[in-house]
């Protein structure tokens, strides 16, 4: 068995979300590190020391690019001469809302390829449990070599939260299982080497399975309290007030909060990963597509709110002016990627409304194959409004300000909480 040294070099494949910050960490850590990305632009901006993440400046990567150690590249030639490859390539739904594994595939048999002897091959990526087995390993034995021996196989699921401010790759747990039981040693030396804490997991299946445990999870609960807050709401009992009663219970209860919907390249997506593979299995999972439809059918709830809250102006949503503001999926953050906000936005245009957004963190977002530009939010614009409504409440704004401003504004975040309830809504 080989020891993982900082004299091996690692690639990592996929430098997005995931994998850029497990690349530079990578490289902080005196590793050789060869990064390959698909996406020109994004190794072009590399190149010029940009960095296209929110978690990742621009003087990280400047300070590394400097280091002989370190190359960039959408050319896979390099695989061969790396130690350990780590990949982290999107996992989405296809156009027909199944799971996609054709970019993962893709990575693979590049890897394939070039697999030499004593190379660990670690998949970062989402999957459903067998993935890794069945997709990965099949593919990569095709060339003769054989795993526990020859090369070493692992799953890994990244956990990182972009914009969490308590939790970053560096001190979130990584979870490591291997196609056999040396496999799993190599990648918990590997992660271990990196700083970060590892928990060894008994199977690719189950640490596949813990991923999507984890999502689905989240998605569960967000729809549970989006479902309490649309009851809540017409009940005229306040939800927000209710999750901050209950959330005082030291057991037995974490709070998850109710809004326009669940969004980001994970939660969503994870969900359906599961209930596709459980029903090729032969069963269904019918709380988590209960779930998703709840969650998916928030767009259409806000829209009656807006409906009802021009109505009290005696106003219609068609021809209305609706400013929609923050339209990541979450607060904080730059990634518009299943965004609900956007599904708000598609629905409002086709009822009719004439509707603008904003976002600090986002310039511009496409809906329908048309771009909308942000507009500038100063206080003549959103006066001019018929309702604004408070999607995220990024810490970049100011939110008095906002309402001040506001002829009606609809708080879909509870961050208006204490400001007197004349021409506001709230969830
Ligand atoms: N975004 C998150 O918060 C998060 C958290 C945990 C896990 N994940 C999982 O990690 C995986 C990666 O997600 P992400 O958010 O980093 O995606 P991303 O879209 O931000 O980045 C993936 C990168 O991989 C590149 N790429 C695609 N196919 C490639 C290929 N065959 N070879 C080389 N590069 C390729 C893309 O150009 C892109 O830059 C997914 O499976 C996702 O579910 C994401």
């Not at 009656?304 to 109505?311: D, E, P, R, Y």
């Not at 001019?384 to 879909?412: E, F, K, P, R």
Request: net charge neutral; hydrophobic share 40%; with cysteine.
């Amino acid at each position: 068995m080989q020891n993982i040294s900082d004299q091996q070099k690692i690639c990592v494949i996929g430098l997005g979300y995931v994998g850029l910050p497990l690349f530079v960490l990578a490289a902080q850590n005196n590793y050789s590190v060869l990064g390959i990305d698909l996406d020109k632009d994004k190794i072009d901006n590399l190149k010029y020391g940009k960095s296209y993440n929110q978690e990742i400046s621009d003087y990280d990567i400047q300070t590394f690019l400097t280091k002989d150690f370190v190359t960039i590249s959408t050319d896979y030639s390099g695989l061969s001469s790396c130690d350990v490859i780590v990949v982290c390539v999107p996992t989405p739904l296809s156009a027909k809302g199944k799971p996609d594994y054709s970019l993962l595939s893709r990575a693979v048999d590049e890897i394939a390829l070039r697999l030499r002897q004593g190379q660990l091959v670690i998949i970062e990526s989402t999957v459903a449990p067998g993935t890794t087995k069945n997709l990965v390993l099949s593919r990569l034995q095709a060339g003769g070599l054989s795993v526990g021996t020859d090369f070493f196989l692992s799953y890994s699921p990244e956990r990182i939260d972009p914009g969490n401010k308590s939790y970053k790759l560096n001190n979130i747990p990584k979870l490591a299982a291997g196609a056999t039981h040396i496999c799993r040693l190599l990648a918990q030396n590997f992660y271990s080497s990196l700083g970060l804490t590892v928990i060894p997991v008994p199977s690719l299946a189950v640490a596949e399975m813990a991923k999507l445990l984890e999502n689905t999870y989240r998605d569960v609960n967000i729809a549970l309290v989006n479902e309490m807050a649309q009851i809540c709401h017409a009940n005229n009992i306040n939800i927000w007030d209710v999750i901050n009663a209950a959330a005082t219970k030291p057991f037995g209860f974490h709070a998850f909060y109710p809004g326009v919907g669940v969004g980001g390249h994970c939660v969503p997506i994870d969900s359906v990963y599961f209930t596709h593979w459980a029903w090729e299995k032969g069963t269904s999972a019918k709380l988590c597509e209960l779930a998703r439809k709840i969650n998916t059918e928030m767009p259409s709830y806000i829209t009656n709110i807006i409906i009802n809250t021009l109505a009290a102006s005696n106003k219609i949503l068609r021809g209305s002016k609706i400013l929609i503001l923050g339209v990541s999926y979450k607060k904080d953050t730059n990634d518009v990627r299943e965004s609900s906000a956007l599904k708000l936005i598609t629905q409002l245009q086709m009822e009719g409304a004439q509707v603008s957004f904003h976002d600090p963190m986002v310039e511009s977002i496409e809906i329908n194959s048309t771009i909308l530009h942000r507009v500038t939010p100063d206080s003549n614009f959103i006066s001019q409004q018929d309702c604004v409504v408070l999607a995220l409440a990024h810490s970049a704004y100011n939110l008095s300000g906002i309402y001040s401003a506001s002829t009606s504004i609809i708080d879909l975040t509870n961050a208006m909480a204490d400001y007197p309830e004349n021409r506001l809504t709230r969830l």
